[in-house]
């Protein structure tokens, strides 16, 4: 069993950063697979980003690649998500999930572990 916690979220001006990160309790952290997916109001939750359990490999989506940058921590079971150049479009919620599958997965319905969320907020 594996709890997140999200934290990070807030408000920033169109073009600005922010730095979420995602903290899981449990000893099995680095054997997870984890990834970033958003819900922005009257829309699905869609893939953000994802990192394998060694973090050797990662994965975007077209719509931050570039702009977000996907890493983790093993020794602090932390993964994090450094976005830059936020636009009004990435407002949304941030899940932070864990898969048990070794590498990292666009398909949310592979993770089996989700945080409660941080909203993002990113005004023009």
């Known amino acids: 069993q594996v709890q997140l916690v999200e934290s990070g979220g807030g408000l920033v001006q169109a073009g600005g950063s922010l730095r979420l990160s995602c903290a899981a309790s449990?000893?099995?952290?680095?054997?997870?697979?984890m990834g970033w997916f958003r819900q922005a109001p009257g829309k699905e939750r869609e893939f953000v980003a994802a990192?394998?359990?060694?973090?050797?490999?990662?994965y975007y989506a077209g719509a931050v690649r570039g702009r977000f940058t996907i890493s983790r921590d093993n020794a602090k079971n932390t993964v994090y998500l450094q976005m830059s150049s936020l636009k009004p479009e990435d407002t949304a919620v941030y899940y932070c999930?864990?898969?048990?599958?070794?590498?990292?997965?666009?398909?949310?319905?592979?993770?089996?572990?989700w945080g409660q969320g941080t909203q993002v907020t990113v005004s023009s």
């Open positions: 999930a864990g898969a048990t599958t070794g590498w990292g997965s666009r398909n949310q319905y592979d993770y089996s572990y």
């Open positions: 449990g000893r099995t952290f680095s054997s997870y697979a």
């Open positions: 990192i394998s359990r060694s973090g050797g490999s990662t």
